[in-house]
Nanobody, 115 residues
C-alpha cells in the first residue's frame, strides 16, 4: 500500500517562494502520473501541476511561469517550487499519484500568502 506525505507549506508574503515536497512510501513505484492539486476555501479542488510519465508536464494557467513541478524517482518524491506567490495561491495543497486506475492522495499542506 502506498502512502504520500507532503510537507513544506507555511505562511509567506506575496512575491515570496515556497517549496513543497511529497515523499511516497510503501509500494512506491510505477506511477503513471504525479503532481499537485489545491483547494482554496469555498472552492473545488483543482489541478496545479502534473507530470505524466512519457508525456508532457501540465500546469494550471494561473501558475504557469511561476510554479515548477519536478520528481526524483530515486527518492520516490515529487516537488513543487512556487515562486512569485500571490494571495490567490492560498490553499491546501495535496500531492497526488496515479498508478493504473488507482489514485493516491497525500494529506494536505496549507499554504497561506499574505498581501
Amino acid at each position: 500500500r502506498c502512502k504520500l506525505q507532503a510537507s513544506g507549506g507555511g505562511l509567506v508574503q506575496a512575491g515570496g517562494s515556497l517549496r513543497l515536497s511529497c515523499a511516497a512510501s510503501g509500494s512506491a513505484f510505477g506511477f503513471n502520473r504525479v503532481g499537485w492539486y489545491r483547494q482554496a476555501p469555498g472552492k473545488q479542488r483543482e489541478l496545479v501541476a502534473v507530470i505524466i510519465s512519457g508525456g508532457p508536464t501540465n500546469y494550471a494557467d494561473s501558475v504557469k511561469g511561476r510554479f515548477t513541478v519536478s520528481r526524483d524517482n530515486a527518492k520516490n518524491s515529487v516537488y513543487l517550487q512556487m515562486d512569485n506567490l500571490k494571495p490567490e495561491d492560498t490553499a491546501v495543497y495535496y500531492c497526488y499519484a496515479l498508478r493504473g486506475f488507482i489514485n493516491y492522495w497525500g494529506k494536505g499542506t496549507l499554504v497561506t500568502v499574505s498581501s
